[in-house]
């Protein structure tokens, strides 16, 4: 059984540039969540969706960053435009519905703004 | 801010001894999960304890959750090399869909 899918799994680009980054959630799952990960501020929610529609995107730093879910199988993660301060791992999650549902998450795109 | 928030930051072992992990929370919950992290890959779910447990076991792994002390905390038993990872823990909203993770614990279990 597939696991949540991210890529690409490494990105360098340069600051300015536009960066996508992209998840397939485990089919069936209905909750699909997108994380920041860095040394300074450890895990961070940036936006989750449910059944295709963002319920929360409080998490969402700037403008710059934006989230789509356009179908159950799919979500990207855009920065336009990308700072060097956006350097960091991002996690896809997904669960199923239930209070007591575990997040799945992909091995994470680490992304690197020069 | 973080909900929860792990103690120790890192902590170090020799294969075989025992790894207490601590978590403390700041509001009421419906259930804490810990999860484990290995070097370079996504986080993995260990465990869920609701806020009605005070104690759950699952293998090598025992949790605890104290409610009156927003505090839980996990045992790994027997460590083996293999456990060396980060250990998050995890609560949820009161609707029960979002997670706040703490900042993790660093554990190395040396050979």
């Known amino acids: 059984d597939a696991g949540v899918i991210q890529s690409p799994r490494h990105e360098v680009t340069e600051m300015g540039q536009e960066v996508t980054l992209r998840c397939k959630p485990i089919?069936?799952?209905?909750?699909l969540f997108w994380y920041r990960q860095t040394m300074m501020r450890g895990l961070e929610l940036l936006i989750y969706?449910?059944?295709?529609?963002?319920?929360?995107d409080s998490g969402m730093p700037e403008d710059r960053f934006s989230a789509k879910m356009p179908n159950a199988s799919f979500s990207t993660l855009k920065i336009q435009p990308s700072e060097p301060r956006d350097s960091a791992v991002y996690f896809c999650?997904?669960?199923?519905?239930?209070?007591?549902?575990?997040?799945?998450f992909g091995d994470g795109t680490r992304l690197s703004i020069l | 801010s973080q909900q929860g928030e792990e103690d120790p930051q890192a902590l170090s072992i020799q294969e075989g001894e025992n790894a207490t992990m601590n978590c403390s929370y700041k509001?009421?919950?419906?259930?804490l999960q810990w999860y484990r992290q290995n070097s370079g890959r996504g986080l993995v779910h260990l465990i869920l304890?609701?806020?009605?447990?005070r104690e759950k076991h699952s293998g090598r792994l025992r949790v605890t959750l104290d409610t009156s002390k927003k505090s839980s905390s996990l045992l790994i038993t027997a460590s083996r090399a293999a456990d060396t990872a980060s250990y998050f823990c995890?609560?949820?909203?009161?609707?029960?869909?979002?997670?706040?993770f703490g900042g993790g614990t660093r554990l190395m279990v040396k050979p």
């Open positions: 969706f449910n059944n295709n529609v963002p319920i929360d």
């Open positions: 995890a609560t949820d909203n009161n609707a029960g869909n979002m997670l706040t």
């Open positions: 509001t009421s919950i419906n259930n």
């Open positions: 999650a997904s669960s199923g519905t239930g209070v007591e549902r575990p997040q799945h």
């Open positions: 089919s069936g799952h209905d909750y």
């Open positions: 304890i609701r806020s009605n447990e």
